[in-house]
């Protein structure tokens, strides 16, 4: 896809985000959206791409780190719950507690039993979330393994891009197959009404990109709140310069 085309309309979805900010501040609504699938599908450049023009006073971006001995003691779901929106809010999980379901059991991170009683326990909770009136939406962002295996020799060459790769990516790679199935029994057991799964095709990023951001927005009421005009009063006088009691704390520009 070219990229003045892409741009067009990433602007054009970003600015129908915008008007979902407000009406959620307006109706005092929660929005959850997770982000699942495969690595280096494109789950943080999405992300970025919904965030990039919003007020960041109305979202939060959750990647919920590995858990400690203390939170590995505790309710699978406690550490998650701290997270979850308030009145008027966005949030964006950058993986979620379906680690349980598909990255955990593929590694050998949980038991079995601890695998099948979240299966038991998430449409459970989810329900829960639903009922207390959280809007949820659920993406798997998929690729090939061919192309995924391009992406991930280009973040081993590229040293801005190598921290992306992790021990676990490296460790999944034989694990293509074996996720797959994962994720299909996953996606049967956790799929509801209330909590839906969507499935998005992002061996071309930008396709995808744009394809999750026209779903998310269909998703949702179409409850328009009108983007109030500002209109800037003239200043009175000339405009001013800054200028620093003591000179010594601007730092030199580049060369």
């Not at 930008?206 to 709140?225: F, T």
Request: charged share 30%; glycine share 6%; with cysteine.
């Amino acid at each position: 896809m070219k990229r003045k085309a892409y741009e067009q309309q990433l602007e054009s979805l970003q600015i129908e985000l915008t008007g979902v900010q407000r009406w959620l501040r307006k109706s005092g609504r929660r929005l959850l959206v997770i982000f699942e699938g495969r690595d280096a599908a494109g789950k943080g450049g999405t992300i970025k791409a919904i965030t990039d023009r919003l007020d960041t006073r109305g979202y939060r971006v959750v990647a919920v780190p590995k858990p400690d001995d203390r939170e590995a003691s505790q309710w699978y779901f406690q550490r998650y719950v701290a997270h979850l929106p308030a009145a008027g809010e966005l949030v964006l999980f950058d993986r979620s507690w379906y680690n349980r379901a598909v990255v955990e059991p593929a590694m050998g991170f949980c038991s079995q039993a601890q695998y099948a009683q979240f299966l038991d326990d998430c449409p459970a909770f989810e329900r829960m979330l639903a009922d207390s009136g959280i809007l949820i939406l659920k993406y798997w962002l998929a690729v090939d393994q061919g192309e995924q295996e391009a992406r991930f020799a280009e973040r081993a060459a590229d040293p801005l891009k190598r921290w992306k790769l992790s021990p676990v990516d490296l460790a999944a790679r034989e694990k293509y197959a074996e996720i797959g199935h994962l994720r299909d029994v996953m996606m049967a057991r956790t799929h509801a009404a209330h909590a839906p799964w969507f499935v998005v095709d992002y061996n071309d990023q930008k396709q995808g990109r744009l394809a999750l951001m026209r779903h998310l927005l269909d998703q949702l009421p179409d409850v328009r709140v009108p983007d109030v005009k500002v209109k800037l009063p003239k200043l009175r006088g000339k405009p001013k310069k800054e200028k620093l009691a003591d000179a010594s704390f601007w730092i030199a520009p580049p060369r």
